[in-house]
């Protein structure tokens, strides 16, 4: 598999976020299910937005780059996303994307103007076969000034002659660096070969990204099949609009970190279907998190059970909780068989955690049953990368005892309320709202919630 990768030039969106998880999802499923995968996944380490970033931090743009890597890892391990089998830079493998474009242009798919190199899109026929684009189409609606240089408005550049200040490599056509597509050609080539099973990314990628890539490296194989499939993920909203900095609800996944643990955040975003579209809002998150919070709880609660010796045994139970194991398991795989639908794999998930639980308050001591059920929930939670029986904190019973003690703060703010003691009555309102608690009046009474982002 061949996931596209970072450009580094800051810490990833939410909306990478949800990329990355869906992809690690999808290689510990097909791990599961016995394949061996071999993971590609790059970092864009050389690009405008990283050269423009390292000018405004007064950085040069390689540190930059690299600081941003290191970072990667870090915001990836809280959501426990695996290393890939390779973490190839774009910086080095220049010499490879040289020989490529050297390739291309012997072929007459690209061409050199004045130190930059360019493919020619007309000169690919099946440019457009993935985006489902005609160049005519294209032509009529791009908004593309008309660079008399080019051959075709839609043709994009391969290399980039150097501008003053700019890092630079040298080339057959002079010092300059390398376009964007062309560093994930010459990098899923390198370690994956011609033919490769997976190129993935976001839906945002298929044009024209992921068209470039097939136009250049298919160009370059002479036809040979770049990659057999094809996979992208649906995109994120935040409160329902799409995220930009303009809207200024543009959110790092390191932000998101701050405030909420990574394995609420990897539990949110798996669950809806990678293709469907996904609100990011604080409604969601705290389902998540009590969705999250209800599996690890019957996780924990049957680890308590078998922890305990006796011989309550109940055959009928036993085979009952057997029973359940199995039918999650194939409701489980079927799920993620159909097109790894997630969301509905921990509908199988729940189920079994609900048998569970009514076994435990039955018999809260060990059975073969029951260590059977509970060795599934855990098993098939890790396909989908959580680790239920070691939560990252313990978020339910923190979160059981905030509802006990909200409601108390609750009735001493309305005593104060009712002796119309209004200082007080404000003072613990904007108190807690300096917390991210925010407390409100209703006609029903007061209500209380807690603000995420
Ligand atoms: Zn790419």
Redesign the pocket.
Known sequence: MYV?GPTTYNYFHAGNARMFVVFDMIRRYFMYKGYEVRYVQ?FTDVDDKIIQRGNLEKMDPLALGQKYIDEYFKDAQALNILPATVHPKATEHIPEMIEIIQGLINTELAYEVDGDVYFAVDRFSGYGKLSGRTLEDMKAGARVEVDERKHHPMDFALWKKAKPGEPAWKSPWGMGRPGW?I??TAMSLKYLGAGFDIHG?GGD?VFP??EN?IAQTEGYLKGQTFAHYWMHNAFLTINQEKMSKSLNNFFTTRELLEKNPGEVIRFYLLGTHYRSPLDFNDENLGMAQKGLGRLQTSVRLAQQALDRKGSAKNEELEQELFKAAQEARESFEKAMDDDFNSALAYAALFELAKTMNGYGQEHPVFSEGLAKAQGTLIELGGVLGFDLLHPAQRQVENEEMLAKVMEIVLQIRSKSRQKKDWEMSDFIRDAFKAQGIIIEDTPQGARWNIKKF
Request: proline share 0%; net charge negative.
């Open positions: 596209c790059n597509h560093e994930c990314g990628l990204h992921h890539e």
